[in-house]
């Protein structure tokens, strides 16, 4: 990529949604993921209480970046060059002795290079990315800590509590079912947790489309929940400022090759067809996908073979990098 770009020279411009288009209020939506994945851990499979309880200043474990090693149970946060720069054991942070100890003389992570290229998930680590997951690693460090306070062991066990946590709060079927904590939570209160779009914002949303620029609205949400934010942060017509909406999208997996590409489905009420289709014909709201299909779609409303397109997202790896090397794309 260039010193600069021209948006105006782009022909389509794609847009994430959450932590995107659509801001949360941290500090409470971040205590509600916490909350919600820790009440299924102690409620669920009988963890320690005091998994509950947090102060202020735990937050300070929270930023971006962090990978929860599964293998032995530390969590890393790396350099550039896959240099570890710091690691935790649990929450506690390793002395400069301890990392050498560990990682040796370079303090290299030795599973660098699968998270640099490979952009899948791993049954080796956890790659915490994004705002929506983050305070699940706060969680593992906690967790980490109680284990080690008992004496037992980190291992797989653990981690598939995690993800019972997670899709337990953040399943497909949750939200219309009213399961879980965070999805109730968000529908009896959205402005406690979402703020809405400025009208500047939305307004430049419309000019670009009137502009003729593709719009693509792309989000890993599922639907329900894609129009619940949506509507509160860029209003009741907000299907209007774009030309293809794509919800489950599961990225970074919506741009996998072949033979791992999941086919689009429309959507009924919500309900996904359980039949996919074998092409894009036509813009539209459409469910999970690929990258591929989307592309010849894309190929087709602008009229060119190679079209230059733009997307914003807060979650580079799942969002923006795997994309920019399938294409001319810009980040």
Avoid at 87 to 101: F, Q, V
Avoid at 178 to 187: E, M, N, S
Avoid at 204 to 210: A, E, G, H, I, Y
Avoid at 305 to 310: A, I, L, M, T, V
Wanted: glycine share 6%.
């Amino acid at each position: 990529m260039g010193d600069y770009f021209c948006l105006s020279d782009c022909d389509v411009i794609g847009f994430d949604l959450d932590h995107t288009l659509c801001r949360y209020h941290l500090k409470e939506t971040s205590r509600l993921i916490y909350e919600s994945f820790a009440r299924y851990l102690v409620e669920h499979k009988g963890y320690d209480k005091d998994l509950l309880e947090l102060t202020p200043a735990t937050w300070d474990f929270c930023f971006k970046g962090l990978v929860v090693d599964l293998e032995d149970g530390n969590i890393v946060k790396l350099a550039e060059d896959g240099t570890v720069l710091r690691a935790t054991r649990g929450t506690k942070d390793l002395s400069t002795e301890e990392l050498l100890r560990h990682y040796g003389p370079t303090r290299e992570w030795k599973h660098y290079h699968s998270l640099n290229t490979s952009f899948t998930r791993s049954a080796k680590y956890y790659f915490y990315d994004n705002y929506f997951d983050l305070p699940g690693a706060l969680l593992c460090g906690r967790v980490f800590d109680m284990l080690h306070k008992q004496g037992k062991e980190v291992n797989s066990d653990f981690w598939k509590d995690m993800i019972a946590a997670i899709d337990h709060n953040y399943n497909t079927s949750a939200f219309k079912e009213d399961a879980g904590t965070y999805f109730p939570c968000v529908k009896r209160d959205p402005g406690r947790y979402l703020q809405p779009c400025s009208d500047s914002v939305k307004n430049w949303l419309r000019t670009m489309k009137n502009a003729g620029k593709v719009m693509l609205l792309i989000t890993s949400s599922h639907s329900d929940y894609c129009r619940l934010i949506s509507e509160h942060v860029l209003g009741k017509d907000f299907e209007e400022l774009f030309d293809v909406i794509i919800t489950n999208a599961l990225k970074p997996g919506f741009f996998s090759l072949v033979p791992h590409q999941r086919p689009f489905r429309n959507l009924v009420n919500d309900v996904e067809e359980s039949e996919g289709l074998p092409s894009l014909d036509k813009p539209g709201w459409y469910s999970q996908g690929n990258w591929p299909h989307l592309h010849e779609l894309l190929k087709t409303m602008t009229g060119k073979q190679s079209p230059r397109w733009f997307t914003s997202a807060t979650a580079c790896a799942q969002t923006c990098f795997r994309p920019a090397a399938l294409g001319s794309g810009r980040l």
